[in-house]
């Protein structure tokens, strides 16, 4: 049989994931929480459960939740969105992501990604039957260089997929980089997906949303995750949000792939968005000392940490213990210290030179004590 995608393997995140869990390593590899949810989210599952919410929800999503989800944009970014036609509840933002690449790109069609680009980006964009132009960022900053995306633009070139905060980089875009992109795009038939599911784990400063951009805003589906912003990634509940025509062809994808998304959960994160309007507002100020506490004891074992702008991963250059390439380091990081990261060179088409890997601290402070500790003794025996 002819395979769609022949060199795609299994994720990076699951297989590290696996082999971690087969291994009882310290799982900072794959980004989750390891702590407990609020109980009330639990609680408000439950009551929508019992209260009969369990049957198939609206195609675009419960419209207390779109509710909710507006006020929400406007607190965040003072923006008003319209919730009948520019927001659709999806299945996490993978989803979003999935649906909105089907439905704003075709054969022939060329989209911008940036490198170390989200694993999910380039296959949507083939089995849509487009092509990824891959512009790399570099290391440290892994900010894009702008004149290389100007080089980069052809008649043929209908997206670019841009993702702040950065996921593996863990960079920001600034107001002024939004600026650089829209002076780009202005007068091209050029959409861009936005994918901020870090949005309220920026570090110092505010995030930039597409949203906020007044310019973007007319030519942007961005996409959002409660599992990032609720501390529970196996919700699988996001949105994408997007001026009246471009959802009207997202929703065109949508219904034909997930439908609608799990109704209790949709009720229950709405009643949660209700209690507490101000959801997400704190999320800097926990992550940051999360950060903090994981960037000082990587530090004192022997690693340099590069300053993680936004997202809650943070960059290790692991020099000081080995010059091996990333991939390999990662193997025996988690073999023989077990702790478990996430090499870099696989994100990218041509990977720089560089000796970093992703660790993710949405963990319990002793999960970060126990990962260095490992690493500690790991070092030390060698
Ligand atoms: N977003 C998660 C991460 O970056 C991975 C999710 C997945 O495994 N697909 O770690």
Redesign the pocket.
């Known amino acids: 049989m002819r395979s769609k995608l022949p060199d795609v393997g299994t ?1 990076i ?2 297989v590290i ?1 696996r082999r971690a869990a087969e291994l009882g390593a310290v799982n900072l ?4 929480p390891d702590y407990d949810i609020d109980p009330r989210l639990a609680a408000l599952v439950h009551e929508a459960m019992l209260a009969g919410h369990n049957q198939y929800a609206p195609m675009p999503g419960l419209p207390a939740l779109r509710e909710r989800i507006a006020a929400k944009l406007a607190r965040s970014y003072g923006i008003a969105v319209d919730v009948e036609s520019e927001i659709t509840v999806t299945l996490g933002a ?1 989803e979003a992501i999935f649906s909105a690449v089907q439905a704003l790109v075709g054969a022939g069609d060329e989209v911008i990604i940036f490198d170390p680009a ?3 980006y380039e296959p949507a964009v083939r089995l849509a039957g487009a092509r990824c132009i891959r512009i790399p960022l570099q290391p440290p900053t892994f900010l894009p260089d702008w004149d290389r995306v100007r080089a980069a633009l052809t008649p043929a070139t209908r997206l670019v997929i841009i993702n702040s905060p950065q ?2 980089a863990c960079s920001c875009l600034s107001t002024g980089d939004l600026d650089a992109l829209a002076g780009l795009l202005r007068d091209r038939d050029c959409r861009v997906l936005s994918d901020e599911v870090y949005e309220h784990m920026v570090y110092g400063r505010a995030h930039a949303s597409a949203l906020a951009h007044a310019e973007l805003r007319a030519r942007s589906v961005a996409v959002f995750s409660f599992g990032k912003t609720l501390h529970a ?1 196996g919700l699988r509940v996001g949105y994408a949000v997007a001026p009246p025509a471009l959802t009207t062809e997202l929703r065109k994808v949508h219904q034909f792939n997930t439908f609608t998304i799990a109704t209790p959960f949709q009720h229950a994160i709405a009643g949660y968005l209700a209690e507490r309007p101000d959801c997400g507002a704190d999320l800097a100020a926990f992550f940051q000392r999360k950060r903090d506490l994981l960037g000082s004891l990587l530090g004192e074992v022997g690693f340099r940490v590069l300053p993680a702008a936004g997202s809650y ?1 943070l960059l290790a250059d692991y020099s000081s213990f080995s010059d091996e390439a990333d991939v390999a380091f990662a193997e025996r990081l988690l073999n023989e210290a077990g702790v478990a990261g ?1 090499p870099l060179s696989p994100f990218y088409r041509e990977p720089p030179s560089m000796r970093l890997l992703r660790f ?1 601290f949405a963990k319990r402070d002793e999960t970060l004590r126990e990962a260095a500790g490992r690493v500690m003794r790991w070092a030390n025996a060698k």
Request: hydrophobic share 20%; net charge negative.
């Open positions: 994720t995140f699951t994931s590899g794959q980004g989750f993978t989200y694993d999910s996921n593996p990634t991963f996430i993710c």
